[in-house]
């Protein structure tokens, strides 16, 4: 199966900036739609971000548009998620994930449609 390894959670002050990295090792991974998702203490997982095979297309949740960038580098397999004035409401295990299903609105946010899954990194926001 296609190995996705998150990286660069970490602890952050309120209003702080954190990138999120999600690296492959299969090249395959350039041809999939990717998505970040997390999941708070007690709270069930929830989309935050979506991003097309060029990048073209971007989808994001309503709680993280003007604070969140998702992007992607093909040629490093990567998938990054750029965070900032980030919140205690931030605080999550943030997983990524790809898809190689074909795309609409109705399906990119919810979970069941991605089918590799990395470990997720914790991000812990403080004030």
């Known amino acids: 199966q296609v190995p996705l390894v998150e990286s660069g959670g970490g602890l952050v002050q309120v209003g702080g900036s954190l990138r999120l990295s999600c690296a492959s090792s299969d090249r395959t991974l350039r041809g999939y739609y990717a998505g970040w998702f997390r999941q708070a203490p007690g709270k069930a997982r929830e989309f935050v971000s979506a991003?097309?095979?060029?990048?073209?297309?971007?989808t994001y949740a309503e709680f993280v548009k003007g604070r969140f960038t998702i992007s992607r580098d093909n040629a490093l397999n990567t998938v990054y998620l750029q965070m900032n004035n980030l919140q205690p409401e931030d605080t999550a295990v943030y997983f990524c994930?790809?898809?190689?299903?074909?795309?609409?609105?109705?399906?990119?946010?919810?979970?069941?449609?991605?089918?590799?899954w990395g470990q997720g990194t914790q991000v812990t926001v403080s004030s």
């Open positions: 994930a790809t898809s190689p299903k074909v795309y609409s609105s109705e399906v990119v946010a919810t979970d069941q449609w991605y089918t590799y």
């Open positions: 991003i097309s095979v060029t990048g073209i297309r971007t």
